[in-house]
Protein backbone atom coordinates (compact mmCIF):
# COMPACT_ATOMS: atom_id res chain seq x y z
CA UNK A 1 0.00 0.00 0.00
CA UNK A 2 1.18 3.40 -1.12
CA UNK A 3 1.86 5.94 1.97
CA UNK A 4 -0.78 8.49 0.26
CA UNK A 5 -2.86 7.45 -2.59
CA UNK A 6 -4.25 9.93 -5.46
CA UNK A 7 -7.18 9.03 -8.08
CA UNK A 8 -4.75 10.37 -11.06
CA UNK A 9 -8.12 11.43 -12.88
CA UNK A 10 -8.61 13.04 -15.20
CA UNK A 11 -11.48 15.03 -13.70
CA UNK A 12 -13.30 17.10 -16.05
CA UNK A 13 -15.38 19.79 -14.91
CA UNK A 14 -17.97 22.71 -16.57
CA UNK A 15 -16.95 26.26 -15.22
CA UNK A 16 -18.13 27.58 -12.08
CA UNK A 17 -18.49 23.86 -10.47
CA UNK A 18 -17.61 23.00 -6.75
CA UNK A 19 -14.31 20.66 -7.70
CA UNK A 20 -13.47 18.62 -4.48
CA UNK A 21 -9.90 16.72 -5.03
CA UNK A 22 -9.40 13.65 -2.66
CA UNK A 23 -5.78 12.34 -1.00
CA UNK A 24 -5.71 9.31 1.63
CA UNK A 25 -2.83 7.96 3.65
CA UNK A 26 -1.60 5.19 5.73
CA UNK A 27 0.34 6.88 8.31
CA UNK A 28 -1.54 8.31 11.72
CA UNK A 29 1.86 9.97 12.19
CA UNK A 30 1.58 12.25 9.52
CA UNK A 31 0.68 15.81 11.15
CA UNK A 32 1.80 18.52 7.79
CA UNK A 33 -0.57 18.55 4.98
CA UNK A 34 -0.28 20.39 1.97
CA UNK A 35 -1.98 20.84 -1.41
CA UNK A 36 0.04 21.91 -4.61
CA UNK A 37 -0.97 23.11 -7.58
CA UNK A 38 1.30 22.18 -11.13
CA UNK A 39 0.39 24.28 -14.59
CA UNK A 40 2.26 22.07 -17.57
CA UNK A 41 5.54 22.76 -17.83
CA UNK A 42 5.92 24.63 -14.59
CA UNK A 43 7.00 23.13 -10.46
CA UNK A 44 4.53 23.23 -8.12
CA UNK A 45 2.87 25.74 -6.89
CA UNK A 46 2.19 26.02 -2.97
CA UNK A 47 -2.12 26.20 -2.47
CA UNK A 48 -2.73 25.11 1.44
CA UNK A 49 -0.52 24.24 4.26
CA UNK A 50 -2.64 23.29 7.33
CA UNK A 51 -1.27 21.19 10.06
CA UNK A 52 -4.62 20.94 11.93
CA UNK A 53 -7.71 18.63 11.38
CA UNK A 54 -10.28 20.88 10.02
CA UNK A 55 -11.01 23.11 7.55
CA UNK A 56 -8.85 26.05 6.27
CA UNK A 57 -10.04 28.39 3.74
CA UNK A 58 -8.33 30.73 1.59
CA UNK A 59 -10.02 32.45 -1.32
CA UNK A 60 -12.47 29.93 -3.42
CA UNK A 61 -9.91 27.19 -1.97
CA UNK A 62 -10.82 25.01 0.87
CA UNK A 63 -8.40 22.34 2.80
CA UNK A 64 -10.08 19.42 4.85
CA UNK A 65 -8.39 17.20 7.22
CA UNK A 66 -9.94 14.48 8.76
CA UNK A 67 -7.21 12.87 10.95
CA UNK A 68 -9.18 10.08 12.02
CA UNK A 69 -10.28 9.27 8.44
CA UNK A 70 -6.84 9.33 7.37
CA UNK A 71 -8.53 11.88 4.56
CA UNK A 72 -7.38 14.97 2.94
CA UNK A 73 -9.45 17.25 0.81
CA UNK A 74 -9.07 20.43 -1.61
CA UNK A 75 -12.46 22.41 -2.63
CA UNK A 76 -12.40 24.75 -5.38
CA UNK A 77 -15.79 27.00 -5.32
CA UNK A 78 -16.45 28.71 -8.61
CA UNK A 79 -14.16 26.89 -10.19
CA UNK A 80 -12.43 28.73 -14.03
CA UNK A 81 -10.80 27.48 -16.49
CA UNK A 82 -7.30 28.96 -15.18
CA UNK A 83 -7.71 26.41 -12.45
CA UNK A 84 -6.89 23.43 -15.15
CA UNK A 85 -3.75 22.15 -13.73
CA UNK A 86 -2.69 19.01 -11.78
CA UNK A 87 -2.90 19.35 -8.35
CA UNK A 88 -1.01 17.53 -5.87
CA UNK A 89 -1.41 16.66 -2.08
CA UNK A 90 1.82 16.64 0.07
CA UNK A 91 2.05 14.64 3.32
CA UNK A 92 5.33 14.59 6.37
CA UNK A 93 5.40 14.38 9.75
CA UNK A 94 6.98 16.16 12.84
CA UNK A 95 10.00 13.85 12.68
CA UNK A 96 11.29 14.06 9.70
CA UNK A 97 11.80 16.71 6.80
CA UNK A 98 10.87 14.39 3.95
CA UNK A 99 7.37 14.97 2.32
CA UNK A 100 5.42 12.01 0.53
CA UNK A 101 3.53 13.29 -2.67
CA UNK A 102 0.58 11.78 -4.15
CA UNK A 103 0.82 11.16 -8.03
CA UNK A 104 -1.51 13.85 -8.79
CA UNK A 105 -5.13 14.37 -9.90
CA UNK A 106 -5.18 16.24 -13.68
CA UNK A 107 -8.51 18.66 -13.11
CA UNK A 108 -9.72 20.65 -16.60
CA UNK A 109 -12.33 23.05 -16.20
CA UNK A 110 -14.03 23.72 -18.94
CA UNK A 111 -15.37 27.16 -20.19
CA UNK B 1 11.86 38.76 -4.49
CA UNK B 2 13.71 35.74 -6.91
CA UNK B 3 12.33 32.15 -7.05
CA UNK B 4 14.08 28.88 -7.20
CA UNK B 5 15.42 29.09 -9.91
CA UNK B 6 16.89 25.75 -12.22
CA UNK B 7 18.73 25.42 -15.42
CA UNK B 8 18.63 24.44 -17.82
CA UNK B 9 15.20 24.22 -18.52
CA UNK B 10 15.39 21.34 -20.88
CA UNK B 11 18.17 18.93 -21.83
CA UNK B 12 18.88 16.69 -24.73
CA UNK B 13 21.25 14.18 -24.53
CA UNK B 14 22.49 10.80 -25.76
CA UNK B 15 22.48 7.94 -23.91
CA UNK B 16 25.67 7.59 -21.60
CA UNK B 17 26.69 11.33 -21.66
CA UNK B 18 26.92 13.01 -18.14
CA UNK B 19 24.81 15.95 -17.14
CA UNK B 20 24.67 18.51 -14.70
CA UNK B 21 21.41 20.03 -13.81
CA UNK B 22 21.79 23.44 -11.34
CA UNK B 23 19.23 24.61 -8.77
CA UNK B 24 19.80 28.41 -7.39
CA UNK B 25 17.31 28.30 -4.24
CA UNK B 26 15.68 31.01 -2.64
CA UNK B 27 17.85 33.34 -0.81
CA UNK B 28 18.05 32.61 2.78
CA UNK B 29 16.70 29.05 2.36
CA UNK B 30 18.87 26.95 4.35
CA UNK B 31 17.30 23.45 2.92
CA UNK B 32 17.21 22.26 -0.63
CA UNK B 33 15.80 19.47 -2.03
CA UNK B 34 15.77 17.39 -5.69
CA UNK B 35 13.05 15.44 -6.91
CA UNK B 36 12.31 13.24 -9.71
CA UNK B 37 9.34 13.42 -11.54
CA UNK B 38 8.15 10.59 -14.17
CA UNK B 39 5.13 10.89 -16.22
CA UNK B 40 2.21 9.07 -14.01
CA UNK B 41 4.22 9.22 -10.67
CA UNK B 42 4.55 10.77 -7.92
CA UNK B 43 7.29 13.14 -6.98
CA UNK B 44 10.43 11.03 -6.14
CA UNK B 45 13.04 12.14 -3.24
CA UNK B 46 16.28 11.86 -4.45
CA UNK B 47 18.95 14.26 -1.74
CA UNK B 48 18.60 16.80 0.74
CA UNK B 49 20.61 19.66 1.82
CA UNK B 50 20.39 21.48 5.61
CA UNK B 51 23.13 24.08 5.85
CA UNK B 52 26.58 22.93 7.07
CA UNK B 53 24.99 19.15 7.63
CA UNK B 54 25.91 16.05 5.91
CA UNK B 55 23.31 15.12 2.90
CA UNK B 56 20.81 12.69 2.84
CA UNK B 57 21.52 11.09 -0.15
CA UNK B 58 19.36 7.89 0.34
CA UNK B 59 16.57 8.89 -2.32
CA UNK B 60 19.40 8.97 -4.92
CA UNK B 61 18.83 5.78 -7.11
CA UNK B 62 22.57 4.52 -8.59
CA UNK B 63 25.82 5.74 -7.86
CA UNK B 64 25.46 7.49 -11.30
CA UNK B 65 23.54 10.21 -9.33
CA UNK B 66 25.25 12.74 -7.31
CA UNK B 67 24.79 15.96 -6.14
CA UNK B 68 26.53 18.95 -4.00
CA UNK B 69 26.07 22.05 -2.73
CA UNK B 70 28.14 24.74 -2.41
CA UNK B 71 28.25 27.11 0.20
CA UNK B 72 25.56 26.65 1.45
CA UNK B 73 23.79 28.22 -2.01
CA UNK B 74 23.81 26.65 -5.57
CA UNK B 75 23.51 22.85 -5.54
CA UNK B 76 24.34 21.19 -8.72
CA UNK B 77 22.86 16.89 -9.53
CA UNK B 78 25.01 14.88 -11.69
CA UNK B 79 24.05 12.35 -14.14
CA UNK B 80 26.78 9.77 -15.30
CA UNK B 81 26.78 7.62 -18.15
CA UNK B 82 23.36 8.43 -18.44
CA UNK B 83 20.22 5.92 -19.83
CA UNK B 84 17.12 6.13 -21.01
CA UNK B 85 14.93 5.34 -17.55
CA UNK B 86 16.90 8.82 -16.57
CA UNK B 87 14.60 10.54 -19.03
CA UNK B 88 11.96 12.41 -16.57
CA UNK B 89 11.49 16.02 -14.92
CA UNK B 90 14.06 16.99 -11.99
CA UNK B 91 12.67 19.60 -10.03
CA UNK B 92 14.42 21.28 -6.87
CA UNK B 93 13.05 22.90 -4.19
CA UNK B 94 14.10 25.25 -1.26
CA UNK B 95 12.43 26.11 2.55
CA UNK B 96 13.58 28.04 5.22
CA UNK B 97 14.36 25.40 7.42
CA UNK B 98 13.55 22.02 7.74
CA UNK B 99 11.49 22.81 10.38
CA UNK B 100 7.81 20.99 9.99
CA UNK B 101 5.83 24.92 9.28
CA UNK B 102 8.14 25.47 6.53
CA UNK B 103 7.03 24.21 3.23
CA UNK B 104 8.69 23.99 0.10
CA UNK B 105 8.75 25.98 -3.00
CA UNK B 106 9.35 24.68 -6.38
CA UNK B 107 11.66 26.06 -9.56
CA UNK B 108 9.91 24.80 -12.70
CA UNK B 109 12.44 22.28 -13.30
CA UNK B 110 15.02 20.57 -16.25
CA UNK B 111 13.14 18.15 -18.37
CA UNK B 112 15.69 15.91 -19.30
CA UNK B 113 15.47 13.66 -22.46
CA UNK B 114 18.13 10.94 -23.57
CA UNK B 115 18.07 9.39 -26.46
Known amino acids: QKEVEQDPGPLSVPEGAIVSLNCTYS??????FMWYRQYSRKGPELLMY????GNKEDGRFTAQVDKSSKYISLFIRDSQPSDSATYLC???????????FGTGTRLKVLA | GAGVSQSPSNKVTEKGKDVELRCDPI?????LYWYRQSLGQGLEFLIY????????KSGLPSDRFSAERTGGSVSTLTIQRTQQEDSAVYLC?????????????FGDGTRLSIL
Open chain 1, 90 to 100: AIRDSGTYKYI
Open chain 1, 27 to 32: NSAFQY
Open chain 1, 50 to 53: TYSS
Open chain 2, 27 to 31: SGHTA
Open chain 2, 49 to 56: FQGNSAPD
Open chain 2, 93 to 105: ASSQGSGSNQPQH
